[in-house]
């Protein structure tokens, strides 16, 4: 099927798709989400009360992987999350009335020994296999810090079963009282990605809710800064060029998303579709990832609109602005682009960012929306971060900062390379070329990779510009 076609018919299935529908379907999950909870405690209790052939152990099991064939015909895949007081599944929270929050409690208490924070079910799983993971849950933890890992190793060899981490969601309207550092949820990020192709490889779908959560997590590190996402491209990665792309796309995205002005749960929408825009190349190459990755989507039932968002930008993001794609996918065009061309990867040529810029300007209108690459440009600066510069002194410089404000648009705060007699800097002297420059002015853009400079190790461990 052609982009176009596919285009056309998921117009046609939103067309279709009401809201009494997501209505039912969200229903349908809160029930069986409720009746899974009841029968997950009850196999823990009796796991530690009766033998594995005990006919008590039987009746539960078999209830609980009939259960989940249910949800898995429904859903494709399941995804218990259990977070603090409360529980999802898949990306529907579960109500639990006042007499029965007890049991969600002992859940959440009973997994947490083992530092897990959810369950995956990608296939059905047998009554045997059932039994086995009661057995496992309600075996003696292990050491803090091995506890995971140990209950993953006595459940391996289970099809398509896997245990999640413990996390922190903030509830709608909170606000963090302190920002959380950049470099940590970065961290996060590169993990989380590696787990979701990891699943994806798998053929497994991945738990949006989860991504979502670091999402949330990079809107409120990254701020209103875009010189911490624009250095993110251009840092050297041992994770890998897939993980570092989506990493570096999600975070300009997000930036470009706020210099547009979206709201909190539209950022957070774009940055799940961002890290989920190139999944069809764990199932086709470059000619046909598109329709592949729209494809896996669409295994995730429900037509809720963040989900709606996602098909949309994986399926449209290197449609031209003239084919009229969605806003996300406009959006991920862009800075999809800018990361492919400033990015090291071996096999590629890698291009000065200003040089990148400058070519993706004279796309616009064709190739990328012109506003959104108008507001880019004003985000990035003339002289992105990461540009290598040589200044009217001779001195070279690298570029910290973006375009900070109409005034400094062409004067970055930039770190010295080397002296005008070619000595190497050794130091993390910084230097505003605005307020420089009377005396310095930028004279030309330089090639790092010609001139053999490593503008990601100069980068790697440097703190964001200031604004």
């Known amino acids: 099927m052609s982009i176009t076609a596919m285009q056309r018919s998921l117009e ?3 067309a ?39 006919a008590a ?22 995804h218990i999350v259990l977070v603090e007081d409360q529980i999802y599944v898949n990306e529907v929270r579960v109500r639990m009335k006042e007499r029965e929050q007890e049991l969600l409690d002992q859940l959440v208490l009973e997994l947490g020994r083992h530092e897990v924070g959810g369950l995956s079910f990608h296939s059905p799983l047998e009554p045997e296999d059932i039994k086995s993971v009661g057995r496992a849950l309600a075996a003696t933890a292990a050491e803090p810090g091995q506890a995971r890992a140990a209950l993953g190793a006595r459940l391996i060899g289970l099809p398509g079963f896997e245990l999640g981490g413990k996390y922190r969601y903030r509830l ?3 606000k963090l009282a302190v920002r959380r550092d950049a470099g940590e949820v970065l961290r996060r990020g590169i993990t989380l990605v590696q787990e979701t192709l990891a699943q994806l490889a798998g053929d497994r779908l991945p738990q949006p809710l989860v991504v979502r959560r670091v999402v949330i997590d990079l809107v409120d590190a990254l701020g209103d800064n875009p010189n911490r996402a624009a ?28 210099a547009v002005g979206l709201s909190d749960t539209a950022l957070s929408d774009l940055g799940v579709a961002a890290m989920l825009h190139d ?53 991920l065009r862009i800075v999809d682009d800018y990361d492919v061309l400033v990015a090291p990867r071996p096999g590629a040529p890698q291009l000065p960012p200003p040089t990148a810029q400058a070519a993706m300007w004279a796309a616009r209108g064709t190739l990328y929306d012109p506003d959104l690459m108008a507001l880019f440009v004003r985000m990035m600066g003339l002289y992105p971060p990461g540009s290598l510069l ?31 007699d070619g000595r190497p800097y050794d130091g993390a002297e910084e230097m505003d070329l605005f307020v420089l420059r009377e005396f310095l002015r930028p004279k030309r853009v330089l090639n790092a990779v010609t001139q053999g400079v490593d503008v990601g190790a100069l980068l790697d461990g440097a703190p964001p510009a200031r604004a």
Do not use: C
């Open 12 to 14: 046609k299935a939103v």
């Open 16 to 54: 279709r798709a009401s809201l009494a529908d997501d209505r039912d379907l969200a229903g349908r999950l809160r029930d069986e989400g409720q009746r899974l909870v009841f029968l997950l405690n009850g196999l823990l209790r009796s796991s530690r009360l009766y033998q594995a052939d005990n």
């Open 57 to 78: 152990m039987d009746g539960l099991a078999t209830e609980t992987s009939q259960m989940l064939k249910r949800l898995l015909a429904l859903l494709g895949a399941v």
């Open 172 to 174: 709608k309207g909170e």
């Open 231 to 258: 250095i993110v491209a251009l840092r050297r990665s041992v994770h890998g060029v897939g993980t570092q792309h989506l990493l570096s796309v999600t975070t300009l995205a997000l930036q470009l998303g706020r």
């Open 279 to 331: 999944v069809g190349y764990t199932r086709s190459d470059r000619s046909g990832h598109e329709v592949a990755g729209a494809r896996m989507l669409l295994r995730q039932r429900g037509f809720h609109e963040g989900k709606i968002r996602r098909l949309q930008a994986t399926l449209e993001h290197h449609l031209p602005a003239e084919s009229r794609p969605s806003l996300f996918a406009r959006v």
């Open 390 to 420: 040589e200044l009217s002194d001779g001195r070279w410089v690298v570029s910290l900062s973006g375009g900070r404000d109409a005034e400094r648009f062409a004067w970055p705060v930039a770190r010295p390379v080397r002296d005008k």
